[in-house]
């Protein structure tokens, strides 16, 4: 999939000279509409903001063409070509909500907030919400800031929109100078508790900061947050144990205002809402504040997601060296080189920020995760070593890191090291189904403490019920102990959970050639080599079809299968 959602401006040139322009006296030429349309249907907003431009040199008046533009120019983050196509689209009487967000957009960058008010007052939504929050920041831009104030408690009216419209008219008496006021919303004194994120708690503490009460600030970051390194918090502990405030720039004026609306509407939607949707918003939010660091992170996260690579990359790259995020951009833009087929250049990307910020355990971590994902489990260790050295103390919260350094080492073949990590990692956290269920089934695989290992798949399980994985092992522990009959029943669910995957496929004929039901392992050998195994895996499922499971398993050095009758057999 991700291969043609890559698709280059090339490749839809292709379709645009295929199709011709045998239509071109129709209005737009017919092949770069194509291509237009094409490149939208992939979520390619470069390539759908080249070919919707050349399809308007044709038809300049068209509707669903200016409307693609805007959209397209939008998700590339061009605001100017996207407010030029939205004028275009209104003087042809159409009415487009994304024209409207692009036209709020630019009004809002301009400062031209009495006629933004009055746009939208006038029939021009963009959404009931969104209109009533920009209302509000616009009015405050415009010097009316009783007639903002008015607006965020009514809309604060509305059903499950007190929380937002508090913290915002929280923002907006900070950002006037008003600390006390924004505090009493903030600490829940004005109209009870306010659910913030993040963002929300540090501009309570920036607050907190400007009223001389640093020593409450300082508490609620470290109750919130806990005391990991964290670049942002670290230097906000830093100027406060100082004696000095902080400045309040959560923020610091009406763009910023508005800039904050769309992330925080982005973020409230989270996963409830189309992420090419959450897209226009984070766009509007980064174009609006180029510095808000959260919204082009969000924006080139929805971006990969999307399979848009190079676009998330370049889009993770605008995060500056001196931002506190970068090592997150940065571990964002190594993802997406990785994932994009450029592997060396995202581990030189990981690498120089474990030499950058290395005192922060994340990045050493996800060094270590992205050798071991190639399968470079020696070269991953040490990493993972930095890592753990980083973070202290273990808490309950590390176990994944001692798991996944316990993978590389049991890969490597050190299983007594392995087994030291991933014994440490259910002892921070006991009841982890894939700690459970990697070293049960190792010790399967070792026929080592097998009665353990059994309890150990079991509950991962109880955990699990829907792991074809784990549920395959626990058949695989009952087949090691030589309870064949015990392990049908898991092994056939297994299957049905996991339909093509070659290894449970595999243990499948293994479990009926052992209980007597030959004909059947052989279908299901021959199954599993039509999925694609390894082909270390393939040649023993090629050689078990030839001489039989009990043959392969002497010549292995292994005692063959005691034989069991099965009935209809």
Excluded: C
């Amino acid at each position: 999939m991700r291969r043609f959602l890559a698709m280059s401006l090339s490749s839809l040139a292709v379709i645009a000279a295929l199709s011709g322009a045998a239509r071109a006296d129709e209005g737009a030429d017919a092949g770069a509409w194509l291509a237009a349309r094409a490149a939208s249907g992939l979520g390619d907003f470069r390539a759908g903001a080249f070919w919707y431009d050349r399809a308007l040199q044709g038809d300049p008046a068209n509707q669903q063409l200016l409307d693609g533009a805007v959209l397209s120019s939008i998700g590339l983050g061009d605001f100017p070509a996207a407010a030029d196509y939205a004028r275009r689209l209104g003087q042809t009487g159409a009415r487009s909500q994304t024209a409207f967000l692009a036209l709020t957009a630019e009004q809002a960058v301009k400062g031209d907030f009495a006629q933004l008010v009055a746009d939208i007052q006038g029939g021009r939504s963009i959404g009931t919400v969104l209109d009533k929050l920009i209302i509000a920041w616009a009015q405050l831009g415009d010097g009316k800031m009783t007639d903002a104030l008015k607006a965020f408690d009514d809309l604060s009216k509305s059903d499950g929109l007190a929380g937002l419209s508090l913290y915002h008219k929280a923002l907006a008496l900070a950002s006037a100078g008003d600390f006390e006021g924004a505090e009493e919303i903030l600490s829940g004194k004005a109209a009870g508790p306010v659910d913030v994120t993040r963002r929300g708690i540090i501009a309570h503490v920036q607050i907190l900061s400007q009223l001389e009460q640093g020593p409450k600030a300082l508490e609620i970051i470290d109750n919130t947050f806990g005391t990991d390194p964290d670049p942002e918090l670290d230097a906000m502990r830093a100027v406060l144990k100082a004696g000095e405030p902080l400045p309040f720039d959560v923020v610091r004026n009406a763009q910023d205002g508005m800039a904050e609306v769309f992330r925080s509407l982005a973020e409230v939607l989270g996963d409830q809402a189309d992420p090419g949707f959450l897209l226009l918003y984070t766009r509007v939010a980064a174009y609006l504040r180029p510095d808000l660091g959260d919204a082009i992170l969000t924006t080139a996260q929805i971006l990969e997601q999307q399979g848009q690579l190079d676009l998330a990359a370049e889009t993770f790259a605008k995060i500056p060296a001196d931002s506190p995020l970068f090592h997150i951009a940065e571990m964002g833009r190594a993802d997406t080189l990785i994932s994009s087929g450029k592997v060396d250049a995202g581990i030189e990307v990981l690498q120089a920020l474990t030499r950058s910020h290395a005192d922060l355990p994340a990045v050493h971590m996800a060094l270590a995760d992205a050798l071991r994902g190639q399968e470079r489990f020696a070269d991953s260790i040490a990493p993972y070593d930095e890592a753990i050295r980083r973070i202290g103390p273990p808490q309950p919260r590390h176990w994944a890191v001692f798991f996944a350094r316990g993978i590389s080492h049991e890969r490597t073949g050190d299983f007594a090291l392995a087994e030291a990590d991933l014994r440490k990692s259910l002892e921070l956290s006991p009841d982890q189904p894939s700690v459970l269920n990697y070293l049960g089934y190792s010790f399967v695989d070792r026929g080592e403490n097998l009665e353990e290992a059994l309890g150990m798949i079991q509950r991962a399980v109880a955990a699990q019920p829907e792991s074809g994985a784990i549920t395959d092992s626990l058949a695989w522990a009952y087949f090691r102990m030589g309870r064949y009959a015990d392990a049908v029943e898991p092994m056939e669910r297994a299957s049905l959970l996991e339909p093509v995957d070659p290894i449970v496929t595999d243990h499948l004929g293994d479990v009926y050639w052992a209980v007597g039901r030959k004909l059947e392992a052989q279908f299901q050998w021959r199954r599993a080599l039509s999925f694609d195994p390894d082909e270390k895996e393939a040649t023993r499922i090629r050689k078990k079809l030839e001489v039989g499971l009990d043959q392969v398993l002497i010549d292995e050095g292994k005692p063959p299968i005691t034989p069991v009758v099965a009935d209809g057999n």
